[in-house]
């Protein structure tokens, strides 16, 4: 029972566009969420979070959205860059627990 | 910055042989973890400790267990390694002071089972 979903296992965008990153989840008692970028043959490094009770953090480029009744938050890159190009990894944490999704990779096309 | 460094990048072994990953942090980081992570089901918890001598079972600890005498060394053990432990495999720490629980990942082991 996956607690976090990624529903779109990868994004392809041009250069300078927006990318739109979603992720879901089930567990209302989450207290954090967070994104990762990976890139490969490196392991995630943290990018972004946003605490359960804000709707929305911003940092540079970066914005995550949180919508609570709809169990559902979304990572924003504007303008997006060839260097963006990574799998992203939305988290939520609980306790002890991190719950990771299986992650959305993006293509940032020149 | 913190670093988090794990012992091998790649490693191949043969079903049966006992393997161990090991991973070292620098930050006096109270907390450890070890994941896997294979395509399509991102990264599962595998292990985790708190302290020095303590383990917490994660979401997927069958097959493995782990060590941490030290509190900057945390290690994975495979105990009779099998094909299905093929895997990249993610060590990381964090802070238990951070509500957030930022995790600062290792490069990662690639690890083949033949």
């Known amino acids: 029972d996956q607690q976090v979903k990624q529903n779109s296992p990868s994004l392809s965008v041009q250069e300078g566009r927006i990318s739109i990153l979603n992720c879901d989840y089930t567990?209302?008692?989450?207290?954090?969420f967070l994104w990762y970028k990976k890139y490969p043959a490196e392991g995630p490094t943290f990018l972004i979070s946003?605490?359960?009770?804000?709707d929305k953090n911003e940092d540079g480029r970066f914005t995550v959205f949180l919508n609570k009744s709809a169990k559902h938050l979304s990572l924003h890159i504007v303008p997006s860059q060839p260097g963006d190009s990574a799998v992203y990894f939305c988290?939520?944490?609980?306790?002890?627990?991190?719950?990771f999704g299986a992650g959305t990779r993006l293509f940032v096309k020149a | 910055d913190v670093k988090v460094t794990q012992s091998s990048r790649y490693l191949v072994k043969r079903t049966g042989e006992k393997v161990f990953l090991e991973c070292v942090q620098d930050m006096d980081h109270e907390n450890m973890f070890w994941y896997r992570q294979d395509p399509g089901l991102g990264l599962r918890l595998i292990y985790f400790s708190y302290d020095v001598k303590m383990k917490e079972k994660g979401d997927i600890p069958e097959g493995y267990s782990v060590s941490r005498e030290k509190k900057e060394r945390f290690s994975l053990i495979l105990e009779s390694a099998s094909t299905n432990q093929t895997s990249m495999y993610l060590c990381?720490?964090?802070?238990?002071?951070?509500?957030?629980?930022?995790?600062?990942f290792g490069p990662g082991t690639r690890l083949t089972v033949l």
């Open positions: 567990n209302s008692m989450f207290d954090y």
């Open positions: 946003i605490s359960s009770i804000k």
């Open positions: 990381a720490s964090s802070l238990p002071a951070d509500s957030t629980d930022t995790q600062y």
């Open positions: 988290a939520a944490t609980g306790g002890f627990k991190t719950i």
